[in-house]
T-cell receptor, first 116, second 113 residues
Framework: DAGVIQSPRHEVTEMGQEVTLRCKPI?????LFWYRQTMMRGLELLIYFNNNVPIDDSGMPEDRFSAKMPNASFSTLKIQPSEPRDSAVYFC??????????????FGPGTRLTVT | AQSVTQLDSQVPVFEEAPVELRCNYS??????LFWYVQYPNQGLQLLLKYLSGSTLVESINGFEAEFNKSQTSFHLRKPSVHISDTAEYFC???????????FGAGTRLAVHP
């Protein structure tokens, strides 16, 4: 099992540019979560999906942030336009609720985003 | 609504000493509790979990946590820490449906030689 896969691992971009972060959940998991981690704010839940449908996006900080899950094996988090305060580590996690659920989330290695 | 409070933001300790990382939770529904560990420049990894049954749960690397319903606590302990245990530790409670978790602010454990 490859675990949760995130790309890129590091992204450096200039203010105003569009940034797209990618996530491939563990096969068979049908819940997917996007988090942001900073020193100041800690670990924040941005949005989560179940069966490819967004369930709660109340953690998305601004309209500049958007997330999609076009199919069960792929999700994107997009920031347009990016700002220096978006600099953070972004994590994707997946889980398997429902029958036979194990309850825990499995995290990817993260994408470290730096906006200059 | 569920919430998690980790009472210590940093815990310094010497190698081979015992350690306790404190976690208190608030939940109005069935309680499922977790401890995650984050090593530098890595994602979070599950350390141990309480779902039901025995209130004492153990991890493979010597950590244990005890679910205490009356005190609404789930403290993490290890009798003798190693340098390699230096990491940030997050307590979490399941927040109902879809396996959403509510995380605490984290406790940074620093083990010194």
């Amino acid at each position: 099992d490859a675990g949760v896969i995130q790309s890129p691992r590091h992204e450096v971009t200039e203010m105003g540019q569009e940034v797209t972060l990618r996530c491939k959940p563990i096969s068979g998991h049908n819940s997917l979560f996007w988090y942001r981690q900073t020193m100041m704010r800690g670990l924040e839940l941005l949005i989560y999906f179940n069966n490819n449908v967004p369930i709660d996006d109340s953690g998305m900080p601004e309209d500049r942030f958007s997330a999609k899950m076009p199919n069960a094996s792929f999700s994107t988090l997009k920031i347009q336009p990016s700002e220096p305060r978006d600099s953070a580590v972004y994590f994707c996690a997946s889980s398997q609720p429902g029958a036979g659920r194990s309850y825990e989330q499995y995290f990817g290695p993260g994408t470290r985003l730096t906006v200059t | 609504a569920q919430s998690v409070t980790q009472l210590d933001s940093q815990v310094p300790v010497f190698e081979e000493a015992p350690v306790e990382l404190r976690c208190n939770y608030s939940s109005s529904v069935s309680v499922y509790l977790f401890w995650y560990v984050q090593y530098p420049n890595q994602g979070l990894q599950l350390l141990l979990k309480y779902l039901s049954g025995s209130t004492l749960v153990e991890s493979i690397n010597g950590f244990e946590a005890e679910f205490n319903k009356s005190q609404t606590s789930f403290h993490l302990r290890k009798p003798s820490v190693h340098i390699s245990d230096t990491a940030e530790y997050f307590c979490a409670v399941e927040a109902g449906g879809y396996n959403k978790l509510i995380f605490g602010a984290g406790t940074r454990l620093a083990v010194h030689p």
